[in-house]
């Protein structure tokens, strides 16, 4: 049994316009609750930041707790590196839904509003 005419036009035309929201471009960025995180992965809390640095590619992170200082270098494609007095701490995917310290957000690139995906 076929469906009537208009009930396939409405389908097409709903699958049209699904398909053409998704060809618009859409900024990805990983956000990191630092100082959890980082207590988190050494066991001790109260890290601070005391310097950042940003590139088109990561942000970069210098954090210290007393003696001790960190290097925490977060991708936009959601990998990151953590080295803890030039050792290496963590080194993978925050964006596995693993990690309760970090979500991925979605931005509209022309205007920056912010996107809810489901």
């Given at each position: 049994m076929?469906p ?7 389908i097409?035309?709903?699958?049209e316009?699904?398909?053409e ?10 956000e990191?609750d630092?100082p959890n995180?980082m207590?988190?992965l ?8 005391f ?6 590619d990561?942000?970069s992170y210098?954090?210290r707790?007393g003696?001790?200082e960190?290097?925490v270098t ?5 990998y990151?590196?953590?080295?803890v ?5 963590f080194n993978g ?7 309760a310290c970090?979500?991925l ?8 509003e912010?996107i809810?995906?489901n």
């Amino acid at each position: 049994m076929r469906p009537e005419p208009n009930v396939e036009a409405s389908i097409l035309e709903m699958d049209e316009t699904q398909v053409e929201a998704w060809t618009k471009p859409v900024v990805c960025r990983v956000e990191v609750d630092l100082p959890n995180w980082m207590a988190q992965l050494t066991g001790h809390k109260n890290w601070e930041v005391f310097n950042e640095e940003e590139t088109d590619d990561y942000m970069s992170y210098a954090m210290r707790l007393g003696r001790q200082e960190a290097e925490v270098t977060l991708y936009h494609s959601g990998y990151a590196v953590v080295d803890v007095d030039g050792e290496s701490l963590f080194n993978g995917t925050l964006t596995n839904g693993k990690n309760a310290c970090a979500q991925l957000t979605y931005f509209n690139p022309e205007n920056g509003e912010p996107i809810t995906l489901n």
